[in-house]
């Protein structure tokens, strides 16, 4: 590619953790041995969710391990213009329609019944916005630099929510927002969000945006066969060199990109220019789960 920029983008929601590290780190080499930009975003759209101090701590973590970012760092809570926007120009080619539906009316259906979509079943009431997944882009074929070509109709999955009834922001119409205005051409992140890519395509055929290549890294899964994340309290990343050198080795090891055992000792800067030169997608087993053994510490 003529110019590659790929981001990372925690949710502030808590410090990070080895699964955490091991998306950071492949995004970070991934740009890096290409030559391009890697980008940060701190994704707080979410406020109950991002306690004081959550995203001073992951900006601090991210520096122990040498994973400088290019640029200013991008923060949703101040985007609420761009979403609007975008939410607008939805709402005027009618993909986007507004719903008073609550999760316990529809939980008896696999997927939100579409009870809205032609007007509010119940005017008065609080309302969300959603996509239309049954109009627009259908279905929708990507291909998945790890996972390979990827066939999905959207409308299986149901109309995803664009805005909350309590007037926050959803994930997925922020981050197609971001993506574009970041000007990112390549996203890396975890299999586990491979499945919102259908939605995230047919939000950026929608709003005429550009559309990024996707990379979907196989997810660290704990000793319980739990995903590792804060709600299953993974224990955050060290912030001491002694601890740092060979976390960053095993996180090498867990993305298959066979570290000389060596490295493990090495100074954080020499672990990273030799990952980076190094770096190969190829080497990486593509199966969506991965034993956090490796992980241990």
Same mark, same amino acid.
């Given at each position: ?30 740009a890096r041995r290409a030559g391009g930009e890697w980008r940060l975003r701190i994704e707080d759209i979410d406020p109950p969710r991002c306690p004081p101090g959550a995203a001073e701590a992951i900006l601090r973590q991210l520096e122990a391990f040498g994973l400088e970012w290019d640029g200013p760092i991008h923060w949703q809570h101040e985007r609420d213009a761009a979403y609007q926007a975008a939410l607008d120009t939805l709402v005027e080619r009618g993909l986007a329609y ?136 993974? *224990? /955050?990343?060290? =912030?001491?060199?002694?601890? @740092?050198?060979?976390? &960053?080795? +095993? %996180?090498?090891? !867990?993305? $298959?990109?066979? *570290? /000389?055992?060596? =490295?493990?000792?090495?100074? @954080?800067?020499?672990? &990273?220019? +030799? %990952?980076?030169? !190094?770096? $190969? ?17």
């Open positions: 590619m003529s110019h590659y920029r790929g981001r990372f983008a925690p949710t502030p929601s808590g410090p990070l953790h080895f699964g955490s590290l091991v998306a950071a780190l492949a995004s970070f080499l991934d507004p719903c008073s539906c609550s999760r316990k009316q529809w939980r008896d259906h696999p997927i939100y019944p579409g009870w809205c979509r032609e007007g509010l079943r119940e005017p008065g009431q609080p309302m969300a916005w959603r996509l239309r997944s049954d109009l627009g882009l259908r279905p929708v074929a990507w291909h998945d630099r790890l996972f390979g070509e990827q066939h999905v109709d959207p409308a299986t999955l149901g109309d995803v929510i664009l805005r909350r009834r309590d007037d926050l922001w959803a994930y997925q119409l922020a981050v197609v927002v971001d993506d574009a205005d970041q000007g990112i051409t390549d996203v890396v992140r975890g299999f586990d969000l491979l499945d919102n890519t259908p939605w995230q395509r047919q939000l950026q055929h929608g709003l005429d945006l550009p559309e990024p290549r996707y990379l979907h890294l196989p997810l660290v899964m704990g000793g319980d066969g739990q995903k590792l994340s804060k709600q299953n309290l993974a *224990p /955050p990343l060290p =912030l001491d060199d002694d601890a @740092v050198r060979p976390l &960053l080795h +095993r %996180a090498l090891v !867990a993305l $298959d990109q066979r *570290p /000389p055992a060596e =490295l493990a000792t090495a100074p @954080v800067a020499e672990q &990273l220019a +030799r %990952a980076i030169t !190094a770096w $190969d997608v190829g080497r990486i087993h593509p199966h969506p789960e991965r034993s956090a053994t490796v992980a241990s510490h």
